[in-house]
């Protein structure tokens, strides 16, 4: 089996841009499985940056991506992700990039209802991205949301509309939105349609299985992060779809089998953008350091997709064992190392202490959650740069002991070690496709 799936460990933004992407010059063709324009992916080559939302990382090669049923695809934010990838020079073409027809549309009004219930909850706000992916999903599920196969047939999809508008509109009053026509949602569908079309496909979970059995290199490329998984996550505090490997299954149409390797990004510390639990934050000078990121502010925690700070706190080793677990990963990509360079010294969360009781495991009750104090070991610093160094044994003593020391306690051994944002200042350890 040579195909690779990748899924983030903790609370998203662990790098997986720069990973997705170096694993892209390797496999034949991309998929997406789940989320949104949600995520947010930063790709540096050379002195070029692409920032993706939807597109699979796979276009910045010209190689065949693919947007799965999986997705919620809001169609405006896509055509505008098409024309920024256009305007720095990529190709992208109704066969390079298939977006399944199974796959649910995001529409103004999700948008609409998930900024102003975000209003509405004040300081119990979920911190969402205001990007309309809850409700889109709730839509899914409630089996009323608009399908990209919908939008070839006028009249089919006037009637979805109307069952769309009998549960929205009522919604929308409480809100203190306006109420909606058919035709305020059927218009503007209706311009971006033709553009769109010729991405639009049947079947195309078939095709991605012909391309496994004919021995391609499938990359499933995951979105956000375990911890945001909506079963498996710091629920309420979640996305609201499964982010675990075990979604590339529903997600894109192939047998479990499929998803190959799983690789599992794991930043060097940990961050998270929105509300929730997090046990190891840290509001010091400490959690100041690790935002501004590693020298020069390369690695500056700020979204990529919102711009908003991320809240910064030291490595959890337990709730990775946990990502660990739940994704079946193979192996970890370590990410943002040199952000943690100068440091004197760096703590791991090991276990975590609830009502006087250690547990290795992040609970389900929020109350809990919330209430969880880390237990640390401490390891020692490094004063050396560890940035963009490409060979192991170049790196600090001491940071390949933190490495050894992440890799025994969240029980996966390491792949990858990214030095920098560059797709090049990687450590290979094992080439995740090979073997
Ligand atoms: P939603 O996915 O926009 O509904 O947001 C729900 C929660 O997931 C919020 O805490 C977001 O900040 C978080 N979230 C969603 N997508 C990402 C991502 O790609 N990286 C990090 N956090 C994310």
Redesign the pocket.
């Given at each position: 089996m040579s195909n690779v799936t990748v899924v983030?460990t903790q609370?998203?933004?662990e790098g997986k841009g720069k990973v997705i992407d170096w694993l892209s010059t390797r496999a034949d063709m991309a998929v997406r499985f789940q989320?949104?324009n949600?995520?947010?992916h930063t790709i540096a080559v050379g002195d070029k940056t692409y920032k993706t939302a939807l597109l699979p990382s796979t276009v910045v090669q010209g190689k065949l991506s693919i947007i799965g049923n999986g997705v919620v695809v809001d169609p405006w934010a896509l055509l505008d992700e098409i024309a920024r990838a256009r305007s720095v020079g990529l190709s992208v073409t109704p066969e390079n990039l298939v977006i399944s027809e199974a796959a649910t549309v995001v529409l103004p009004l999700h948008r609409e209802l998930?900024l102003a219930r975000e209003a509405r909850a004040g300081d119990k706000k979920?911190?969402?991205?205001?990007?309309?992916?809850?409700p889109a999903y709730e839509d899914k599920a409630g089996r009323r949301a608009i399908r990209y196969a919908d939008l070839a047939d006028p009249a089919a999809l006037s009637d979805r509309v109307e069952r769309l508008l009998a549960h929205h509109n009522p919604l929308r009053v409480d809100l203190g939105l306006q109420v909606l026509a058919a035709e305020d949602v059927l218009a503007p569908l209706s311009e971006v349609y033709p553009l769109l079309a010729p991405h639009i496909q049947p079947v195309v979970w078939r095709r991605i299985n012909n391309a496994i059995a004919n021995g391609r290199r499938v990359l499933f490329e995951g979105?956000?992060?375990a911890m945001?998984d909506v079963d498996h996550g710091t629920y309420p505090?979640?996305?609201?779809?499964n982010t675990v490997s075990g979604q590339v299954s529903a997600g894109a149409g192939v047998p479990v089998q499929a998803m190959g390797r799983v690789l599992g990004i794991v930043k060097a510390y940990t961050t998270?953008?929105?509300?929730?639990p997090f046990p190891t934050e840290l509001f010091d000078e400490t959690g100041e350091r690790l935002t501004r990121g590693g020298a020069g502010g390369l690695g500056a925690e700020f979204?990529?997709?919102?711009g908003?700070k991320?809240r910064c706190g030291w490595f959890d080793a337990v709730l990775v064992r946990q990502s660990v677990e739940l994704n079946g990963v193979s192996g970890i990509v370590l990410t943002k190392l040199d952000v943690l360079d100068g440091f004197p010294s760096v703590k791991i969360c090991t276990g975590y202490e609830l009502d006087g009781e250690s547990i290795d495991y992040l609970p389900a009750r929020l109350c809990d959650a919330q209430s969880l104090v880390p237990i640390y070991e401490e390891c020692e610093g490094w004063t050396e740069s560890s940035q963009g160094i490409r060979d192991w044994e170049q790196l600090p003593e001491a940071a390949k002991r933190y490495v050894r020391r992440i890799e025994t306690l969240v029980g996966a051994p390491l792949f990858l070690l990214g030095t920098s944002p560059q797709r090049d200042d990687t450590i290979v350890l094992k080439d995740p496709f090979e073997g």
């Open positions: 983030g609370w998203g933004d989320g949104g949600n995520a947010g998930d979920i911190g969402t991205t205001g990007r309309g992916i809850g979105a956000q992060a945001l505090y979640t996305t609201s779809s998270r953008v929105g509300a929730g979204g990529t997709n919102t908003r991320r």
